[in-house]
């Protein structure tokens, strides 16, 4: 089974393949780069089925996360706020990242204001 290591080892590999230093034979260089390329371009499609499958678990985990967040914001707000607009400050509180949590997780961009600062 692939792991993102195993991916990010072919990717070091294939970035520093046939890089030149003193001393190094053109040929051998050349031989690194094909044998690199090879090596990447035979576990691509493998690669990128992982990285999609653990993107769509990552996606599922924060959308369970945020739902039991909202949850909670409400639980909390129900026991310990005396007073509505008390109630609906909690929510926004822990709203506004959750649906930040959830935004990224349906694709949109993770920059944000508050990602930015």
């Not at 190094?24 to 992982?50: G, K, M, S, T, W």
């Not at 909390?76 to 935004?103: F, N, Q």
């Amino acid at each position: 089974m692939t792991t993102i290591n195993e991916i990010k080892d072919r990717l070091d590999a294939l970035e520093s393949a046939g890089r030149s230093y003193a001393g190094l034979d053109p040929r051998v260089a050349a031989q690194e780069c094909a044998h690199a390329a090879a090596a990447f371009e035979q576990n691509a499609a493998a690669d990128v089925a992982y990285l999609l499958a653990r993107i769509k678990e990552l996606q599922k985990a924060i959308i369970t996360a945020a739902a039991e967040l909202s949850d909670a914001a409400s639980d909390i707000a129900a026991s310990y706020a005396a007073e509505d607009e008390e109630t609906e400050e909690i929510r926004i509180i822990v709203g506004d990242p959750v649906d930040k949590l959830v935004a990224v997780a349906q694709g949109a961009s993770a920059q944000t204001e508050g990602a930015t600062k």
